[in-house]
């Protein structure tokens, strides 16, 4: 897909972080690309195109409305990637407000200053998979979304981030903006900062230390890799059947309980950690799996990467990092 994205300039709030940095690189070579991001967490330091000519590193919140429409319209951005959020329930727990916030009003600014662009030709808006609550079994995108109990901080983020699929969906029926929603499922890989259960145990496995599950689990997930993740985004920046879509990218074939991927990881890697469970400190998903139909319809889109192959590729990559 990369090869239909040459010559342009690509906007990407929240380009620091885990999806974001690993998109550049399959951009950066043939196209102008502007990183805007607060730097809360950071992808990019390590990445071999981190000083890369074509990259331009804006330090920046999308709560700064003036400085993200500047910095978006001085560059002359002709696509948008939108990936800047509050995620991972540590840091949802931490602040729903600033949750809230940054999701809400954020992506609000972002829609607005692409729309005021000269030539936009696709904006790539994030949603979640925990917009299908609790019980998601091959969920497609127009199963109904789940709010959750109003109280429950994992639910604060839920409903945040589809808010930004109704605006993104707002500005393209009443404006024309070409907008475009991906709900990733699960994502893991290479580079991952943050939270996350691959990462997590993957990290220690290498140690040999014990791999702490958060209630029984039994909880069970299709879990995508990243360079599967990142070629659901092309797509969605080229295929011109996209506009006005929300699409799930994840890999219904890498289904397992949360159990279960903490005894593959520490069998792939041959490690010897044990396994302890702990009580859980908030809500959680029981059952995530997508139905990816639409996508490979419309985007052409279909995850390669086994689970195994990706824990080893993932397990790789921190050995050397840490």
């Not at 002709?78 to 540590?90: D, F, S």
Request: hydrophobic share 40%.
């Amino acid at each position: 897909m990369t090869e239909r994205i040459q010559g342009e300039r690509v906007f990407i709030t929240g380009g620091a972080g885990f999806i974001g940095s690993t998109l550049i690189g399959r951009l950066i070579e043939r196209n102008k690309v502007v990183v805007y991001d607060n730097f809360s967490r950071d992808a990019i330091r390590g990445k071999p195109y981190a000083n890369h000519p074509n990259l331009t590193v804006v330090q920046g919140d999308i709560l700064n409305a003036e400085l993200l429409a500047r910095s978006m319209r001085e560059q002359d951005s002709t696509y948008v990637i939108h990936a800047a959020a509050i995620a991972g329930i540590a840091s949802v727990l931490k602040s729903p407000v600033t949750t809230m916030k940054v999701n809400m009003v954020g992506s609000c600014h972002v829609l607005e200053a692409a729309a005021a662009l000269r030539d936009c030709k696709r904006v790539v808006c994030f949603s979640t998979s925990e917009v299908f609550g609790q019980m998601a079994f091959r969920s497609d995108e127009t199963s109904p979304a789940v709010m959750g109990a109003v109280g429950e901080a994992r639910w604060t983020y839920a409903v945040s981030k589809l808010s930004v699929e109704h605006l993104a969906y707002a500005f393209y029926k009443e404006t024309g903006l070409p907008t475009v929603t991906v709900r990733p499922f699960n994502v893991y890989g290479p580079g991952q900062v943050g939270e996350g259960a691959i990462r997590a145990f993957v990290l220690r496995a290498l140690q040999d230390r014990t791999l702490q599950i958060h209630g029984d689990g039994t909880q069970i997930r299709a879990w995508c890799y990243i360079d599967d993740m990142v070629e659901g985004i092309l797509c969605a920046m080229t295929q011109e059947g996209a506009i006005g879509q929300s699409f799930n990218i994840g890999n219904q074939r890498t289904v397992m309980t949360i159990y279960g991927l903490a005894n593959t990881i520490i069998r792939v890697l041959h490690s010897n950690s044990k396994i302890e469970f702990v009580e859980a400190d908030s809500a959680d998903i029981e059952l995530r799996i997508p139905n990816v139909e639409k996508a490979r319809a419309v985007l052409g889109f279909e995850a390669k990467v086994g689970l195994e192959e990706g824990i080893l590729r993932t397990a790789e990559f921190f050995r050397g990092n840490t």
